[in-house]
């Protein structure tokens, strides 16, 4: 069972409404669930979709090919009746569409629905048009599977009453009875539904890429955030604010990037773990920030979600062109982490492992991510706790003020200062952004510069690259080809290469941590690569950003490169057909 659903239509019109409800659906039914959305930036009008792949084996990547197809407005049809599988269906309303769907393509495919009739008659309002195709959507899965489809049934029964009950019960019930309208009408009418489910198994986790560094960052004891709403980031700042009381957190909307990275540094200073986001255009505002980071060793986490530039490019879609500026944007040379999760999995385990790297090494600390990322949704059984950790670094209470000697800038041999919290002991804590002695206070002095220059480059470098793990390799060490990438290209290809394994030795070679650069040591990746006929680097930006990183890293030039920019994420179709091409040359 593979099934891709993919709901089209006008912002505003509900598409992510019937989008996150069915995908719930799927994953508290069992089923592994792969989300992605195609939105542009504005509120109301513009073609939207959403699209849905469930499966009753592990999935991470979107396919080309739909096989049920619900819109709500002609363009839907019209732009992706083509991408209609064989037996492939489009569900809609034939009284709101404005536009003759008279395409000998398309006709054979049609079912339609009333959705605001069936609405209007068995719940009382038209406006619950979507609930309607959000049961007739289930009812053409499980026309061929009784027992799948009442379960189906029931649990989204259970998440309409969720979402609907803070308007009221009768709301709530009405929505319900529009689910059952649209599931009755799809199993009694849908004479070409050819649609089977794989029985249920235990519920999974359904999670986002935002969620899940946001989740990160709760478990890591983050207790202050600070960010101005820019996409693809502000669905962290929406997560965490909507979580304040329960655990404790501050969040704040600042008026501006500048006024955000300062809040969020003052609050570390303050002897709190603190987080800010944003995306490219706000990261530029936030260089300063950063160097009085660097320059006042205070810990900080930053995520930053890349978007289509330059300026305000294209703001809902996606792009990996933000790496060369994260690994070398602000002034001075300081230490820095850089991170890029390619999975909700590593997003967790990365924001948890920035947080206590930039509070161990006193540096800020980067998640890079994109918007296809941040909005794809997996499904889990559940996170891997194994590695989380959770050390506290700082100097507290009995401990700070037991000391006989405090400077916040202490040159000692690892490199690494003693943390005060201001207040919770006898001892003044101070630090400037001018270059300073070990008790913090502004210096002039070449000789000292120099130490403080090495003290907090030199010294923490090594220690820091010895923290960053590997990439990880998926498939034979002795591969004749390799694909390799970084961040939110994981999945995609994964399921690519898995197409090509039965005809020759192929693996995936995935970059998550990428600075400092990962050793050879820990695995000798580069022997991997030289040993092979051919890499492919496989990036989501024009100019093959971690391509020149790799090669002005470790000397080494990829064979081959596939680059996409068009701001729209691979599909497994896609890719595979860009490695068939580039395959075909050997």
Same mark, same amino acid.
């Given at each position: 069972?593979?099934?891709?659903? !993919?709901?089209?239509?006008?912002?505003?019109?509900?598409?992510?409404?019937?989008?996150?409800?069915?995908?719930?659906?799927?994953?508290?039914?069992?089923? #592994?669930?792969?989300?992605?959305?195609?939105?542009?930036?504005?509120?109301?009008?513009?073609?939207?979709?959403?699209?849905?792949?469930?499966? +009753?084996?592990?999935?991470?990547?979107?396919? +080309?090919?739909?096989?049920?197809?619900?819109?709500?407005?002609?363009?839907?049809? /019209?732009?992706?009746?083509?991408?209609?599988?064989?037996?492939?269906?489009?569900?809609?309303?034939?009284?709101?569409?404005?536009?003759?769907?008279?395409?000998?393509?398309?006709?054979?495919?049609?079912?339609?629905?009333?959705?605001?009739?069936?609405?209007?008659?068995?719940?009382?309002?038209?406006?619950?048009?979507?609930?309607?195709?959000?049961?007739?959507?289930?009812?053409?899965?499980?026309?061929?599977?009784?027992?799948?489809?009442?379960?189906?049934? +029931?649990?989204?029964?259970?998440?309409?009453?969720?979402?609907?009950?803070?308007?009221?019960?009768?709301?709530?019930?009405?929505?319900?009875?529009?689910?059952?309208?649209? #599931?009755?009408?799809?199993?009694?009418?849908?004479?070409?539904?050819?649609?089977?489910?794989?029985?249920?198994? =235990?519920?999974?986790? /359904?999670?986002?890429?935002?969620?899940?560094?946001?989740?990160?960052? /709760?478990?890591?004891?983050?207790?202050?955030?600070?960010?101005?709403?820019?996409?693809?980031?502000?669905?962290?700042?929406?997560?965490?604010?909507?979580?304040?009381?329960? #655990?404790?957190?501050?969040?704040?909307?600042?008026?501006?990037?500048?006024?955000?990275?300062?809040?969020?540094?003052?609050?570390?200073?303050?002897?709190?773990?603190?987080?800010?986001?944003?995306?490219?255009?706000?990261?530029?505002?936030?260089?300063?920030?950063?160097?009085?980071?660097?320059?006042?060793?205070?810990?900080?986490?930053?995520?930053?979600?890349?978007?289509?530039?330059?300026?305000?490019?294209? =703001?809902?879609?996606?792009?990996?062109?933000?790496?060369?500026?994260?690994?070398?944007?602000?002034?001075?040379?300081?230490?820095?982490?850089?991170?890029?999760?390619?999975?909700?999995?590593?997003? *967790?385990?990365?924001?948890?492992?920035?947080?206590?790297?930039?509070?161990?090494?006193?540096?800020?600390?980067?998640?890079?991510?994109?918007?296809?990322?941040?909005?794809?949704?997996?499904?889990?059984?559940?996170?891997?706790?194994?590695?989380?950790?959770?050390? +506290?670094?700082?100097?507290?209470?009995?401990? *700070?003020?037991?000391?006989?000697?405090?400077?916040?800038?202490?040159?000692?041999?690892?490199?690494?200062?003693?943390?005060?919290?201001?207040?919770?002991?006898? #001892?003044?804590?101070?630090?400037?952004?001018?270059?300073?002695?070990?008790?913090?206070?502004?210096?002039?002095?070449?000789?000292?510069?120099?130490?403080?220059?090495?003290? !907090?480059? *030199?010294?923490?470098?090594?220690?820091?690259?010895?923290?960053?793990?590997?990439?990880?390799?998926?498939?034979?060490?002795?591969?004749?080809?390799?694909?390799?990438?970084?961040?939110?290209?994981?999945?995609?290809?994964?399921?690519?290469?898995?197409?090509?394994?039965?005809?020759?030795?192929?693996?995936?070679?995935?970059?998550?941590?990428?600075?400092?650069?990962?050793?050879?040591?820990?695995?000798?990746?580069?022997?991997?690569?030289?040993?092979?006929?051919?890499?492919?680097?496989?990036?989501?930006?024009?100019?093959?950003?971690?391509? !020149?990183?790799?090669?002005?890293?470790?000397?080494?030039?990829?064979?081959?490169?596939?680059?996409?920019?068009?701001? !729209?994420?691979?599909?497994?179709?896609?890719?595979?057909?860009?490695?068939?091409?580039?395959?075909?040359?050997?």
């Amino acid at each position: 069972m593979d099934y891709t659903i !993919r709901i089209g239509g006008e912002a505003g019109q509900g598409v992510q409404t019937v989008g996150d409800t069915l995908s719930k659906v799927f994953a508290r039914a069992g089923y #592994h669930v792969f989300t992605h959305q195609d939105y542009e930036s504005r509120v109301r009008g513009g073609h939207n979709f959403y699209q849905i792949r469930l499966a +009753d084996q592990p999935i991470s990547a979107s396919l +080309d090919s739909v096989d049920i197809l619900v819109a709500f407005d002609s363009a839907s049809i /019209l732009l992706h009746g083509g991408e209609i599988s064989g037996s492939g269906l489009i569900i809609y309303d034939s009284a709101a569409l404005t536009q003759s769907l008279e395409k000998p393509d398309v006709l054979p495919h049609l079912f339609d629905v009333p959705f605001s009739k069936l609405a209007t008659e068995q719940a009382g309002n038209k406006i619950m048009a979507n609930s309607v195709a959000v049961g007739a959507v289930m009812g053409m899965l499980g026309r061929k599977s009784g027992t799948q489809s009442a379960a189906l049934l +029931d649990i989204a029964s259970g998440i309409i009453r969720e979402a609907f009950l803070p308007k009221g019960e009768d709301v709530a019930a009405a929505n319900v009875k529009a689910v059952m309208a649209g #599931h009755l009408f799809a199993m009694n009418q849908c004479e070409n539904c050819a649609f089977s489910l794989a029985p249920n198994a =235990p519920g999974k986790m /359904l999670i986002s890429g935002v969620e899940a560094i946001a989740i990160g960052a /709760l478990a890591s004891g983050c207790r202050f955030y600070a960010a101005y709403p820019m996409t693809p980031s502000t669905g962290i700042m929406n997560y965490l604010a909507a979580r304040e009381s329960e #655990h404790h957190v501050v969040v704040e909307q600042a008026e501006d990037e500048i006024a955000a990275i300062n809040m969020a540094l003052g609050a570390s200073f303050a002897g709190v773990r603190a987080m800010t986001g944003t995306s490219g255009g706000g990261f530029a505002l936030m260089v300063e920030g950063l160097s009085l980071a660097g320059m006042t060793e205070t810990p900080v986490v930053i995520a930053l979600g890349q978007r289509p530039g330059p300026a305000t490019g294209l =703001p809902t879609r996606t792009e990996q062109g933000d790496l060369q500026f994260a690994l070398y944007s602000a002034h001075g040379e300081f230490p820095r982490l850089v991170f890029a999760p390619g999975t909700p999995e590593q997003a *967790f385990h990365l924001t948890n492992k920035a947080f206590d790297l930039a509070e161990k090494y006193q540096i800020p600390a980067i998640i890079i991510f994109d918007q296809y990322l941040a909005d794809t949704c997996w499904t889990y059984d559940l996170l891997d706790m194994k590695r989380y950790v959770h050390t +506290d670094y700082r100097l507290r209470g009995e401990t *700070f003020s037991s000391l006989q000697d405090y400077r916040r800038h202490a040159l000692t041999e690892s490199g690494i200062s003693p943390l005060g919290i201001p207040g919770e002991g006898r #001892h003044l804590v101070v630090t400037d952004s001018d270059e300073h002695d070990e008790e913090g206070h502004i210096i002039e002095d070449a000789a000292l510069r120099i130490k403080m220059v090495d003290k !907090r480059l *030199f010294k923490k470098m090594p220690q820091l690259q010895q923290e960053i793990a590997p990439p990880v390799l998926f498939g034979p060490s002795d591969a004749e080809i390799v694909i390799a990438g970084w961040g939110s290209t994981l999945g995609i290809m994964q399921e690519a290469v898995a197409s090509f394994s039965a005809e020759t030795k192929i693996a995936v070679l995935h970059f998550s941590e990428l600075y400092p650069f990962p050793f050879t040591e820990k695995f000798d990746y580069l022997s991997l690569l030289k040993n092979a006929k051919q890499t492919i680097c496989v990036e989501q930006n024009a100019t093959g950003q971690f391509a !020149r990183l790799l090669r002005a890293e470790t000397g080494y030039a990829f064979t081959d490169n596939i680059n996409r920019y068009d701001g !729209r994420p691979f599909t497994r179709e896609s890719l595979t057909g860009e490695i068939r091409a580039k395959i075909g040359r050997l």
